[in-house]
């Protein structure tokens, strides 16, 4: 037997007021229902396009071509292309044998011959 809202000792105010809030979170609960439906459907999407994908270029369009990580590589990968360059072109200034040599005025006027200034300026 349920008993009238008078007879409990709840108002008519109340009794309204405790609808609405039902009301209010049953609403609540149907919104997030359906977020969480539409997320469901997103990840499904992006599923169906990362199993479409066959190449290198078709993935970039999926995750993107200028977000941090792809800077982070650019960044790491350049700078070992840094570093290593000077290694690779120390043989250019190190490497070659020069045709000319410096002109020591004192060994010249020690009386030294071309080729032991050559041997003393030109070292192996």
Known sequence: MQRSPVESGISGDDVEEHKLQKLQQEDHHQQQQQQVGQKDQEEDQVSKQLLELTNFEDLMEVVGTRGRWN????????????????????????????????????LVEANWTQQQVLSLAIPY
């Open 71 to 106: 800077f982070f590589i650019f960044f790491l990968c350049s700078f070992a292309g840094f570093a290593s360059s000077f290694t690779i072109l120390s043989y250019q200034f190190l490497g070659a044998t020069p045709d000319h040599w410096c002109h020591i005025q004192p």
